[in-house]
Structure formats: structure tokens, C-alpha cells
């Protein structure tokens, strides 16, 4: 069982960074691939960013790609998401998400646990 919490979401301008975090309970937690995935009203869930189970992979989603950072501390059981040049399309509620099988990390469906999500607004 992991249970995970999101923070660092907020109201931030156009062009400017936030960095979510991602506090995991467990023992296991460096055994997990982590994922972040957005979700907009009325959209569907969508993949953001995740990374291997020792930090040597990353996986982005075109729209992120250069502006967002995923890393992880297996020593702290987090994972974080550096956000910068924020756009207003960037807006949506933000989940991380933990994958024991790693076969798919793009894939909602792959996650086996989710966290509560922490807004992230962008807007002048």
C-alpha cells in the first residue's frame, strides 16, 4: 500500500514556477515508477511527466517538454515536478501517481495508486 500527497500548487502569472512535491508513505517506494498527470474541467486525465524507479528515465509530454522537470528522492520518498515558463493552458489540478509495474507510465490505466491532486492555476 502507498499512499501519496501532493503540494505546492497555487496562483501563479504567466511565465512563472512553481514546483509540486509528492510525499509517499510506504517502505516500497523506490520500488515504484511515479508519474504526474493533470486533469482540466472537462477534460480527461491527461500525462504530464513520470520517471523511473531510480531516476535514471524520464517521460514527458510534448506540451511540458523543456519547460518541466521531474525528479525524484528515494531517500525522502518524493517525488517533485519543477514548473516553469507556465502558460495559462498549464491550469488543471495536478495528481502524481504510482506505477509498480512500470509497463506503460503514459497510461492512467497502469497507476495503481493516485494522490488527492493540488491545484495549479495560471493566470494574469
Known amino acids: 500500500q502507498v499512499q501519496l500527497v501532493e503540494s505546492g500548487g497555487g496562483l501563479v502569472h504567466p511565465g512563472g514556477s512553481l514546483r509540486l512535491s509528492c510525499a509517499a508513505s510506504g517502505r516500497t517506494f523506490s520500488s515504484y515508477a511515479m508519474g504526474w498527470f493533470r486533469q482540466a474541467p472537462g477534460k480527461e486525465r491527461e500525462f504530464v511527466a513520470a520517471?523511473?524507479?531510480?531516476?535514471?528515465?524520464?517521460f514527458y509530454a510534448d506540451s511540458v517538454k523543456g519547460r518541466f522537470t521531474i525528479s525524484r528522492d528515494n531517500a525522502k520518498n518524493t517525488v517533485y515536478l519543477q514548473m516553469n515558463s507556465l502558460k495559462p493552458e498549464d491550469t488543471a489540478v495536478y495528481y502524481c501517481g504510482a506505477d509498480r509495474a512500470a509497463a506503460g507510465v503514459r497510461a492512467v490505466s497502469e497507476y495503481d495508486y493516485w494522490g488527492q491532486g493540488t491545484q495549479v492555476t495560471v493566470s494574469s
Open positions: 520517471i523511473s524507479w531510480n531516476g535514471r528515465s524520464t
